[in-house]
């Protein structure tokens, strides 16, 4: 007989700080295989948040025990694992190509299905949760970013990458300065999904070959740990040669369950 999973207390987010302004927020009991990586990077006029998980508990409390000042918060893409929380915060970025999706965030296309279920949690966010209550709070994105847009936090700006594939409007944040990359789902330490019901494999190829040329020096992706441009072109490689991709989402998740 199963245990009850138990009920988390107020430890839901884990944050790591990395130095340099920047800041990893985990939702600590949700499993490692969906887990989003949320980041937060500190500026001298404003701060940049990326990405926001599952939105199972409220994220703007922790964001206010880092900083005070005012933040940007940037979907790297409108997949429901990184957008969650966005409805919390008043300026929310994103690019244009999935805006329908921040309206509606739970597609019947998407196979929520197979990650949202009973071994995704390893404690529940309060005692009310079930899985069959899981929802995203819509919230449209308040403005757009493409190709080439920068956003300056004052003495440390990002560069928007357009990087479609993933999903239409999956987007990175290049910071020349420091050579750093927030990669979103586009680029991440694990198999690539491409086979989602708007992924485009060829596009993806594309995308892929032309972040190989990037001279990056550390890339933080959407999931798993954060690596350099050594193990991304590995990454990229092996995508690009026929490896390294998820084509059965529910079948990647019940092996790694």
Known sequence: MN???PVAGQDWYEIIHLGNGISLIRERYVADW????IWHIQGRNRDLLIDSGLGLRPL???IMRLSEKPLIAVMSHCHFDHIGAGHEFS??????ACRSVYQDPMPPEMP???????ETFLALPD???TVESFSITPAPLTGYLDEGDLLDLGDRVFRVLHLPGHSP????????????LFSGDIIYNGDLFDTLYHSDRDIYRESLARLRELRVGTIHGGHDESFGRDHMIEIIDNYLGGRGNIVDPYAWVSNRI
């Open 169 to 180: 409007d999956s987007i990175a944040l290049f910071e020349e300065k420091t050579k750093t």
């Open 127 to 129: 005692e009310s949760f």
């Open 34 to 37: 969906l887990r989003c990586n």
């Open 91 to 96: 300026e929310r970025l994103g690019h244009r």
């Open 3 to 5: 245990s009850p999973v």
């Open 112 to 118: 929520i299905d197979a990650f949202i279920r009973a």
């Open 60 to 62: 703007k409390p922790e």
